[in-house]
């Protein structure tokens, strides 16, 4: 190879690396405003309260929630929804945000206020060590809620409210975090946690 052609070659090379740099950049910028974007709206669901639906209405017809977010505090906090969904019993509206609209938010609105509500398609950043196979096999049963808030954080995805059929409990949620623990298969676990009057009820690891 000659002198100059040594020299054009080092100019594409380097060319090529400086053209990659900025692409990685721009990729890992484009990631960092979609994480922002869905984390905006996951800490504006934590903003959503239930309403309780266990008050029985006038001659005992219906349930009338007391309480809880409106349809139109809703949508002050989280913003015009993405679609509705119509429903016997009410409304879903649906929010979305990040890449491909992957976060969702659902609010389900029954005779005004909110009765459940949704978050998934969602994971902190948070370090590897903060949830361990070995912190969730110490969680035992009727552990307080804000317990497990302060040892793992918020939770990724939550289900909370009034879908359990007909009996319905205000003060009951799913709870999901999505871990760094690997199984066999090298594919990373999700635990979830039932949560009961502010309480753990039950606990699950799938892979």
């Given at each position: 190879m000659t002198k100059f052609n040594h020299k054009v070659y080092f100019i594409i090379l380097l060319l090529s690396i400086l053209t990659l740099t900025n692409a990685c950049a721009n990729n890992n910028a484009k990631d960092d405003d979609d994480y922002q974007e869905c984390l905006k709206l996951r800490q504006k669901f934590d903003q959503i309260?239930?309403?309780?639906?266990?008050?029985?209405?006038?001659?005992?017809?219906?349930?009338?929630?007391?309480?809880?977010?409106?349809?139109?505090?809703?949508?002050?906090?989280?913003?015009?929804?993405?679609?509705?969904?119509?429903?016997?019993?009410?409304?879903?509206?649906?929010?979305?945000?990040?890449?491909?609209?992957?976060?969702?938010?659902?609010?389900?609105?029954?005779h005004g206020r909110a009765r459940y509500k949704l978050t998934q398609g969602f994971k902190y950043r948070r370090p590897k060590d903060k949830i361990t196979l070995q912190k969730y096999k110490k969680l035992p049963r009727g552990l307080g809620y804000q317990k497990i808030i302060n040892e793992f954080g918020k939770p990724d995805e939550v289900i909370s409210g009034?879908?359990?059929?007909?009996?319905?409990?205000?003060?009951?949620?799913?709870?999901?975090?999505?871990?760094?623990?690997?199984?066999?298969?090298?594919?990373?676990?999700?635990?979830?946690?039932?949560?009961?009057?502010?309480?753990?009820?039950?606990?699950?690891?799938?892979?």
């Open positions: 309260k239930l309403a309780d639906f266990t008050q029985i209405g006038k001659n005992h017809v219906g349930i009338y929630g007391k309480g809880g977010t409106t349809l139109k505090q809703a949508k002050k906090i989280l913003g015009k929804p993405k679609s509705v969904e119509k429903e016997d019993k009410g409304k879903t509206y649906i929010w979305q945000a990040g890449k491909d609209y992957s976060m969702v938010v659902e609010v389900q609105i029954v009034g879908f359990w059929s007909q009996w319905y409990h205000k003060n009951r949620q799913e709870i999901y975090y999505k871990t760094d623990i690997q199984g066999k298969h090298e594919s990373n676990a999700t635990i979830t946690l039932s949560i009961v009057d502010n309480k753990l009820f039950k606990k699950e690891i799938s892979y």
